[in-house]
């Protein structure tokens, strides 16, 4: 059972569309983390903040906009995506930094 | 790049114990080890982690090797639940901190 949301669960979007991601925690977890997976490969880690703060970006181009307006809530903004950008979008919180990580169930995006 | 190496898949008969294994030769002092799996589309699921010392949680136990170059995932007693992929992670705490996952072990539990 997770205490973290994810929405939408599922996203299908255009290349000139501008749609977000939004994940929540109720956990009183202090750091939050986006990751991509793509299919048949790894989970990259994306971007990581802690007390809203970010603290890690892991090279991720420009069209991924992170937004961590509290210590509850993180957004990742899309804009005029790739189809290669298709992904499960995962996102994760741990009490503290390299605590273990209670992750979302993600959103499925699809871009066409 | 992930700082572990995990057999690509295994098998495991229901109700048998499964031990999954982890070369983890260049972990640091600082380092702990973290099990995880991934139950097909679903978000990753912490299993256990450790230092140094042998771990047991309701889930499963963590054996690690004196030297700490290694060390193995058990489920004592495997179902069909328990298909999923096995992540085994090392990483360290406070800012330092960056899970990076590698490729995992597929772990398909049959009847």
């Known amino acids: 059972e997770t205490g973290v949301t994810q929405t939408p669960r599922h996203l299908v979007m255009g290349m000139t569309n501008k749609k977000s991601l939004k994940c929540e925690q109720h956990l009183g977890h202090n750091a939050m983390y986006w990751y991509k997976q793509s299919a048949k490969k790894p989970l990259e880690l994306m971007f990581v903040?802690?007390?809203?703060?970010?603290?890690e970006n892991n090279s991720v181009p420009s069209r991924f906009s992170p937004e961590c307006p509290n210590s509850s809530h993180l957004f990742l903004h899309l804009h005029t995506l790739q189809p290669e950008d298709s992904a499960l979008y995962l996102c994760?919180?741990?009490?503290?930094?390299?605590?273990?990580?209670?992750f979302g169930p993600g959103t499925r995006l699809t871009v066409l | 790049d992930a700082k572990t190496t995990q057999p690509p898949s295994m098998d495991c008969a229901e109700g048998r114990a499964a031990n999954l294994p982890c070369n983890h030769s260049t972990i640091s002092g600082n380092e702990y080890v973290y099990w995880y799996r991934q139950i097909h589309s679903q978000g990753p699921q912490y299993i256990i982690h450790g230092l140094k010392n042998n771990e047991t949680n309701e889930m499963a136990s963590l054996i690690i090797t004196e030297d700490r170059k290694s060390s193995t995932l058990i489920l004592p007693h495997a179902t069909l639940r328990d298909t999923a992929v096995y992540y085994c992670?090392?990483?360290?705490?406070?800012?330092?901190?960056?899970?990076?996952f590698g490729t995992g072990t597929r772990l398909q539990v049959t009847l």
């Open positions: 994760a919180s741990s009490q503290d930094l390299g605590e273990r990580q209670l």
């Open positions: 992670i090392v990483g360290s705490t406070g800012t330092a901190s960056k899970l990076t």
């Open positions: 903040y802690n007390f809203k703060e970010q603290t």
